[in-house]
């Protein structure tokens, strides 16, 4: 019921703007977790984002990492991403641009009753390329993320993540999202959920649509010993 709720006052809150950045988008997620030991798993992810549900891609990522569980509740990752940029739905009209981003990762994460509460502490290394120059920024990102069993095959979650610039100026961004997850079998999850961009100038609204494959290598290395 609580997330039910909450989902209908973020829906609400899409549906009451009325500006110029009014439509809402979509981020199209695969994404998959290798466990390739009791301390090592493995990542890779892509999204294609579009500003509109299914035209005008706005952002093609390409993101893939690595964690290292230092005890229960507490691991450590460092991960690589690639974006190709185009906002050519701006009044401005820019070029195409190409982004590289490295990345390392606090993650903590607690039980409180049923529910599941995620931290994950992140500095982000941004390197922009445009028309040959190469821009160097850099971002700290925190995120906390609820999660919540409603039955054995669905899991509902609420989350919000701040972003700052370790330069001028501090703000960058904030997301408010929430979603649920449906568990297909083992290996595959999929997930619906909304998610509030928030920016020092306009709002953005996006449909988020993911399916996720986990995959665990590491019973098979107890089998083979």
Do not use: C
């Not at 992810?45 to 509740?73: D, H, V």
């Not at 409603?150 to 610039?165: C, G, Q, R, V």
């Amino acid at each position: 019921m609580m997330y039910a709720l909450i989902l209908g006052l973020l829906i609400n809150t899409v549906s009451a703007q009325n500006n110029e950045f009014d439509e809402i988008g979509s981020w199209y997620i695969l994404s998959s977790n290798s466990k390739l030991s009791e301390n090592w798993s493995v990542q890779a992810q892509t999204q294609i984002r579009f500003y509109e549900l299914a035209s005008e891609i706005q952002q093609f990522k390409i993101r893939t990492g690595a964690t290292y569980n230092i005890m229960e509740g507490l691991s450590i990752g460092l991960g690589y991403a690639y974006f190709r940029n185009d906002f050519s739905y701006l009044a401005e009209n820019p070029a195409p641009f190409d982004e590289h981003r490295i990345v390392e990762d606090i993650y903590l994460s607690q039980k409180m009753g049923k529910a599941k509460i995620n931290h994950r502490a992140r500095l982000e290394n941004r390197f922009i390329i445009d028309d040959g120059d190469t821009d160097i920024r850099h971002w700290f990102r925190y995120m906390v993320k609820v999660s919540h069993p409603i039955s054995k095959k669905f899991t509902a979650d609420i989350y919000n993540e701040i972003w700052l610039n370790l330069q001028e100026p501090i703000f960058a961004q904030n997301w408010l999202g929430t979603g649920v997850s449906y568990k297909i079998n083992e290996l595959l999850k999929a997930r619906v959920g909304y998610q509030r961009i928030h920016l020092s100038g306009p709002d953005f609204d996006r449909l988020i649509f993911e399916l996720n494959f986990s995959l665990d290598f590491s019973e098979k290395e107890n089998e083979d010993i």
